[in-house]
């Protein structure tokens, strides 16, 4: 990685304070769209970034390859990219392997290489550990091992496009309104404290993981030494790479649903415990000792997403903002409501969740036109 | 960007914000204000911020659509009527003015205001009215319809807050936590049920005397007309009066 700041912030800007733009929407009956409302509702929140990044995870994208993990990798150099793939032949039988196709956009400048690769497990490899946790491994190995490769998408069936623009420039640049998805997330971003370049902007993203990002994680070195201790490690130079690992760790890994990952992230308060009955205080006290390193202290609004699932949370005090509304089968999530309202004028219901309460769209619990608030409902 | 449709007729003006950014709108607003306009139709309006930010002005501003944050920030004397939702930040520090909402506002509603009103029709989000303050006469008043999320009137200063929980169903107990920490002036009247435990350590609670009660009728009385509800009705339900019980509740944090 000693080659980022080549292609990193050309406004030579890094410390800057202001607030990133979220946005995600979801089919929940599963239909799939093209990027191009994602694209609108991300732009209209320009005032919110800073043109240091911006990104998009798209689920349901690679149907023709949905059994293949879909890797993009950006590569700083053809040899990080000779090396990379030597490692990625020598782990996975390699069924596609081609450039993300891109077109000249202005305001993306001096642009990584960006490759994608799908890819098969052999029936030898990785005999002694699951599939995903492999998968896992390799990226780990590459990101760590590979000078200026980063593996920055890694899982079925959906991919992450990002880099250092506007959002709505990189979307141009990745030629994103000709995909299409049930599932898209956006991320404007307004770098604070941490450089802005291609690897950190957002989503984030392990396996099928991903999640974008208002905010600043003030427990970042806690929660990232804890993440170590698992296998994952933290390259992407950014606070919010830790949510990514701590999904994947809590609800792939440890199986634990989102009421109690929620209470995990965005703790409840030890005041508001205090009145809680006698075995919510132990099982909330469990919680904190247990998995208390991976608590997220500091203000955020997050859209988690992976396959099937989208999930808006906020910190526990609510630092930073999130609406979510409902039109029929579509969820959406947003830093900001009018964003919603451009793409869908109007909706059945918009409001804003508690800090801490996650909400969540499922493609197992579709929602309904006569059932508008069950999304909230499934969160409680 | 759509092309520019200022049409005008007589004092009236319309205005199609479809694709404008903030800077553009505003200037559209203030050089309909400065030709004399007493009323302006802002339409398709979507997330456009600081819409007639520091305006001083007896117009009426009619928003159809969405305003983006900080709606009539530093707002000095206009009437603002949104047909919609209010985002983050609407009245921040307005000094004199009227901002009335029909829908539901985001977080931070009449922060830092030190003058003028804002009456919205539905719930707010998360620290409303925070650090709202007041000098002498001069003081904000914000109306919610309904209920708020935690921290409402945070740090308060100063000015007048009234809750009306139009929007509590059944039981009809506010659910907001941290209800005034840090409060160290002004007052809220919130109508129903609220706990102790939802209060800041900085906050008492009182019966309204009639003083309050004049105060409140008036607040309200303006509250039902702008929205079409019975004042007399409202009136009649339960009100708590919060007020700080220390000037200066951080005074000795520092010190020795």
């Known amino acids: 990685m000693d080659h980022w700041k080549r292609i990193n912030n050309p406004y030579d800007d890094d410390k800057v304070i202001d607030a990133c733009g979220l946005f995600g929407m979801m089919d929940t009956s599963g239909g799939r769209f093209s990027g191009v409302d994602a694209i609108a509702a991300i732009s209209n929140m320009h005032e919110r970034g800073n043109g240091l990044g911006g990104g998009f995870a798209v689920y349901g994208l690679y149907p023709q390859y949905a059994e293949h993990y879909a890797f993009h990798v950006m590569y700083l150099d053809e040899a990080a990219r000779r090396e990379a793939e030597a490692l990625l032949q020598d782990g996975f ?17 001096d642009p990584p290489l960006v490759w994608r690769y799908f890819l098969q497990m052999r029936t030898q490899d990785g005999q002694k550990l699951s599939h995903d946790d492999y998968v896992l491994q390799k990226v ?6 590979v000078r200026d490769a980063f593996v920055f998408s890694s899982g079925k069936n959906m991919a992450v496009f990002k880099g250092v623009g506007y959002p709505e420039d990189i979307a141009n640049y990745f030629r994103l309104e000709e995909y299409q998805g ?10 604070t404290n941490t450089p802005g370049w291609w690897g950190g902007a957002h989503p984030f993203n392990v396996l099928d993981w991903t999640v974008v990002h208002n905010g600043e994680i003030s427990s970042y070195g806690i929660n990232r030494r804890y993440l170590e201790m698992f296998g994952y490690h933290c390259t992407m130079q950014t606070d919010t790479e830790v949510i ?10 440890h199986k634990l649903p989102i009421e109690i990952v929620a209470d995990v992230l965005a703790a409840p308060l030890w005041s508001q415990i205090e009145r809680e009955d006698e075995e919510r205080i132990a099982f909330h006290t469990t919680l904190r000792q247990v998995y208390g390193s991976l608590l997220l202290n500091g203000p955020f609004s997050v859209v988690i997403a992976h396959q099937g699932e989208m999930i808006g949370l906020t910190d526990r005090i609510r630092l930073r903002p999130l609406t979510a509304a409902v039109k029929g089968n579509l969820l959406f999530l947003s830093s900001e409501e009018s964003a919603i309202r451009l793409v869908s004028p109007q909706l059945d219901r918009a409001w804003s969740p508690m800090g801490g309460e996650p909400i969540v769209g499922s493609l197992d619990r579709p ?3 006569r059932e508008p608030v069950a999304a909230a409902l499934a969160a409680t | 960007m759509s092309v520019d449709t200022l049409s005008q007729k007589g004092l009236a003006v319309r205005i199609d914000a479809n694709g404008f950014h903030h800077r553009e709108l505003n200037r559209l607003i203030r050089e309909a204000v400065a030709e004399g306009a007493q009323r302006i139709d802002l339409h398709g309006v979507c997330g456009q911020r600081y819409i007639a930010t520091n305006l001083r002005s007896g117009a009426e501003i009619h928003i159809h659509g969405t305003p983006g944050n900080d709606l009539g920030a530093f707002l000095d004397g206009s009437r603002l009527i949104v047909y919609g939702n209010a985002q983050d930040g609407c009245g921040n520090t307005m000094n004199e003015g009227e901002i009335i909402v029909h829908g539901h506002a985001g977080d931070i509603a009449g922060l830092s205001a030190r003058g003028g009103r804002i009456f919205i029709r539905e719930d707010v989000g998360y620290r409303a009215g925070i650090h709202m303050k007041e000098y002498e006469g001069k003081g904000p008043a914000l109306v919610i319809g309904g209920t708020a999320q935690d921290f409402l009137g945070e740090y308060m200063a100063g000015g007048t807050m009234v809750v009306l929980g139009l929007t509590l169903n059944g039981g009809n107990c506010h659910t907001a936590s941290f209800v005034g920490t840090g409060m160290h002036g002004g007052v809220i009247y919130l109508r129903g049920q609220i706990n102790d435990y939802q209060l800041g350590k900085e906050v008492g609670v009182s019966q309204p005397n009639r003083k309050d009660r ?7 009385t303006q509250f039902a007309g702008h929205f079409g509800f019975d004042a007399e009705e409202i009136l009649a339900g339960r009100f708590v009066k919060l007020f700080p019980l220390y000037l200066r509740p951080y005074g000795r944090l520092y010190t020795y």
């Open chain 1, 93 to 109: 039988r390699v069924a596609l392997a081609e450039p993300v196709p891109t077109r000249k956009t202005r305001g993306v400048q």
């Open chain 1, 140 to 145: 780990m190995q590459i990101n760590t091992g």
């Open chain 1, 182 to 191: 049930y599932l898209w997330t956006a991320h404007s971003r307004f770098p």
């Open chain 1, 244 to 253: 990514a690992y701590a999904v994947d760790l809590l609800m792939r890994r």
């Open chain 1, 367 to 369: 929602l309904g036109k």
């Open chain 2, 214 to 220: 004049a105060i409140l009728r008036e607040l309200v």
